[in-house]
């Protein structure tokens, strides 16, 4: 390694405060509920006791460490990623956290080393059923049914990684990220922390002495944007910036709204003007139907804004005019289409508030009452109107024909 990486790797890597160890200790400590459906019990978990089970469960298992190892499956770290990463490093970045994203470095080689992780995960769960549940009638396919919300799996050239979210009815999702390879790991360098835990595990196990200011662990923090003093910088300024978003899935297009609602403006509005166009070309590559757009928005608006449902108004409109303003991959139609879609669900988050925004010219529809709909009352017209998701809905060919 020449003396140039080394000294750009150095950048990427910081020591974590006295007040940063602590945050980060108090957050692996908090309890959180796994929810499960139907008349599943709900689970209660803290992050640092599923890392452990998860690492103890290798280590009971003879068998399965022994598959692991005979395979090259070692857990290289353990790391905390995203906004509960950010969080860590700057406790009033505008942002907060929900969901809390724990990465565990694996070397994942064929479909075998996938399903033996899967299904230790499982096995740590049965460790958090309560007192009284029959643990022996539960099968593992029954346990995913119950508590896993998302099972994700990658395995091309370049990406070699799994995720296991644990299911939550409040948004705050615990995502288990099981990574071999991944090429692109941050969308924005305010989100692109990731926090070493090993030595902060290591501690829990061996030291009988409560952690101090004086006596704690080295935790290193990394920033995969690349400088850690800049990304920091950007997280305590609220300042919006990233490379290449044609690499992120959805060009990172969402997030961006998402950041500008919360107060982030961009570190350079000539250069983020440009990459709107890229982060709209890959969003538009990723979620080409209309159907897949409306579940996308959808889901992001209900995972991103629980708690807040009075922003989301605020990011659609947002996010309406980067794409009207940004948008050049699309045919009229299908821009036409989408800007419908993305006002229909306005139009919807605003009536669920019960909020009317300040405009001078409004058209409000009313249900009529009951007796309007007499045949023998003639005083008033009740006009049929269009539901506004309807409206986008419609199916267009994407080759006109010619008149």
Not at 21 to 50: M, Y
Not at 84 to 106: M, P, R, T
Not at 176 to 198: A, C, G, H, M, P
Not at 249 to 267: S, T
Request: charged share 25%.
């Amino acid at each position: 390694m020449s003396s140039g990486d080394v000294s750009e790797q150095s950048r990427r890597v910081s020591v974590l405060s006295w007040d940063q160890v602590r945050r980060l200790d108090s957050i692996l400590g908090e309890s959180v509920p796994i929810h499960g459906r139907g008349n599943f019990p709900t689970l209660s978990v803290r992050p640092r006791q599923i890392v452990q089970s998860f690492l103890s469960c290798l280590c009971i298992f003879q068998v399965v460490r022994a598959r692991l190892e005979e395979r090259g499956v070692v857990v290289r770290d353990v790391k905390l990623n995203g906004s509960a990463a950010s969080h860590v490093l700057h406790e009033d970045n505008g942002l907060g956290y929900k969901d809390l994203d724990l990465i565990f470095g694996l070397s994942l080689t064929d479909d075998k080393t996938f399903r033996l992780v899967k299904d230790v995960v499982l096995d740590c769960l049965v460790d958090f059923l309560p007192e009284g549940v029959c643990r022996e009638r539960i099968s593992t396919l029954t346990l995913k049914e119950a508590y896993i919300q998302k099972l994700v799996k990658v395995c091309n050239d370049t990406d070699r990684w799994s995720l296991i979210s644990l299911s939550n009815n409040t948004g705050k999702n615990v995502e288990l990220k099981f990574v071999d390879s991944l090429r692109r790991q941050f969308e924005f360098s305010v989100d692109s922390f990731q926090i070493t835990l090993d030595s902060l595990l290591l501690f829990d196990r061996c030291s009988e002495t409560a952690m101090s200011e004086t006596f704690h662990p080295t935790v290193q923090g990394e920033s995969m944007y690349g400088d850690f003093e800049e990304a920091l910088g950007h997280l305590r300024s609220r300042t919006i910036a990233t490379r290449s978003p044609e690499e992120i899935r959805g060009g990172g297009l969402l997030k961006y709204c998402h950041l500008l609602v919360r107060g982030f403006r961009p570190a350079s509005e000539v250069q983020m003007k440009q990459m709107q166009r890229y982060m709209c070309s890959r969003f538009f590559i990723d979620f080409s139907d209309i159907s897949e757009q409306q579940r996308k928005l959808e889901a992001y608006l209900q995972n991103h804004f629980a708690g807040m449902e009075h922003k989301r108004y605020e990011c659609l409109v947002t996010l309406r005019q980067v794409v009207d303003e940004s948008t050049v991959c699309l045919m009229g139609h299908e821009r036409r289409q989408t800007l419908a879609l993305i006002s229909a669900l306005a139009l919807r988050v605003m009536a669920e508030q019960n909020a009317i925004p300040a405009l001078s010219n409004i058209t409000c529809y009313y249900q009529p009452a009951p007796y309007v709909r007499d045949v023998n009352f003639s005083n008033y017209y009740v006009a049929q109107v269009q539901s506004p998701m309807a409206a986008c809905s419609n199916s267009y060919q994407t080759w006109l024909p010619c008149s």
